[in-house]
């Protein structure tokens, strides 16, 4: 992993951001929370698995993501992830092989804030620190455990998508650009907006469970490369990599 630098961020925040924050609290205040800022926008990494296309920007305690891609995905730009707050909390982003994933994307990988507080403010930050009570109390109360992602097979994911923990992307899916995936996605649907909805399936449901019960992502490198051609036509695929088929709409 390399660390990332970003001290042009602190400067900007100190010299531009927030005037009317900078006379409530008083400069004190104002500089920890400016300390803060920057720490926090320092602590980033970018990271890339071995035999991996896909570039990570992986946050504060990452050590607590676990990442696993398969073979042959690849990103359009960064991978963005929200990680944790709680350095005790763990998560796994799994994304499988021949994903298509475009530029912009972010997976949250982290607590919820719930609204279920007095405020919906960071008071900790009044005070420059969180006491433990207050950390307590936080990770107790007031979060809320999204839950890890996992990406099938030969998905398409578009441009500035956002997904939720705890959500299951199924094999050969499609998200449309700007979708916010808050809920699972059945294998080979269509789904985009905000929050995403289906908006259809890329094929017929005996087409869908052929391909998906083939798996041609489990292939050889080499079963690939030859039988390239065949990927256009999804009848003729079926037809030809799947001789059970005929036999088994007839029973």
């Not at 390399?2 to 961020?9: G, H, I, L, R, S």
């Not at 499609?174 to 996605?185: E, N, Q, Y």
């Not at 469970?209 to 690939?224: A, F, T």
Request: charged fraction near 30%; charge should be positive.
């Amino acid at each position: 992993m390399v660390k990332q630098e970003n001290k042009e961020f602190g400067k900007e925040f100190k010299r531009q951001r927030h005037p009317w924050l900078y006379k409530l609290i008083g400069p004190e205040l104002y500089e920890s929370l400016h300390q803060f800022s920057l720490h926090w926008h320092k602590e980033t990494y970018r990271y890339r698995l071995e035999n991996s296309d896909i570039e990570f920007n992986l946050p504060l305690f990452q050590d607590q993501i676990k990442i696993e891609v398969g073979r042959f995905s690849t990103c359009n730009g960064v991978f963005h992830i929200q990680g944790p707050t709680n350095s005790k909390v763990s998560y796994k982003l799994k994304i499988g092989s021949y994903v298509w994933i475009g530029s912009n994307i972010k997976c949250i990988l982290a607590e919820n804030h719930t609204p279920s507080a007095v405020s919906n403010h960071m008071h900790g930050l009044l005070i420059g620190r969180m006491t433990d009570k207050m950390k307590q109390l936080y990770n107790e109360r007031y979060t809320e455990r999204y839950g890890d992602v996992e990406i099938g097979n030969d998905v398409w994911i578009g441009d500035d998508v956002i997904i939720r923990g705890g959500v299951k992307i199924g094999d050969g899916a499609v998200i449309g650009a700007r979708a916010l995936v808050t809920k699972d996605v059945p294998p080979f649907a269509i789904f985009a907006g905000v929050p995403a909805r289906l908006i259809r399936y890329r094929f017929g449901r005996r087409t869908c469970e052929s391909l998906e019960s083939m798996g041609w992502w489990n292939w050889s490198e080499e079963d690939v490369k030859k039988r390239i051609e065949d990927f256009y036509d999804v009848e003729k695929f079926i037809k030809k990599y799947e001789p059970r088929r005929v036999h088994r709409l007839t029973e």
